[in-house]
């Protein structure tokens, strides 16, 4: 499956204000807020890993992290549709400024305009 074919079939199952409709603020606030949601899940399942099985990463915490990636994805797919935008395209684009963060030796640090 490739990254337009997913963002294009989660999109057919988003049920929120202003879904489907670019450049809805509502509904961008909608996705923003789903997403931090989901990826505070991630990490206090990580936190859990820490706390309850001594760091180690079992096949069930692995399981359980995994399903809440895809959560995540699932927001970041609607993220871009809310923007017009596709995956495929911020996914290249994302590619070239590490690339060209790489070639700077610039990939650690802070800041956007690295």
Same mark, same amino acid.
């Given at each position: ?31 923003? $807020? !789903?997403?931090?949601? *989901?990826?505070?899940?991630?990490? @206090?399942? =990580? /936190?859990?890993?820490? &706390?309850?099985?001594? #760091? ?26 809310? $923007? !017009?935008?596709?995956? *495929?395209?911020?996914?290249?684009? @994302?590619? =070239? /400024?590490?690339?060209? &963060?790489?070639?700077? #030796? ?9």
């Amino acid at each position: 499956m490739t990254l337009d074919e997913y963002q294009r079939r989660a999109a057919e199952t988003a049920i929120y204000p202003g879904a489907g409709e670019a450049d809805n603020a509502n509904g961008l606030a909608y996705i923003a $807020l !789903g997403l931090a949601g *989901e990826a505070g899940e991630i990490a @206090n399942k =990580a /936190k859990k890993v820490l &706390r309850d099985d001594g #760091g180690v990463i079992t096949d069930d915490a692995r399981l359980r992290i995994i399903f809440e990636l895809g959560d995540v994805l699932w927001y970041v797919a609607q993220t871009a549709t809310q $923007l !017009g935008a596709d995956l *495929e395209s911020i996914a290249g684009l @994302n590619i =070239a /400024k590490l690339a060209s &963060r790489s070639e700077r #030796g610039t990939l650690q640090g802070s800041g956007d305009s690295r």
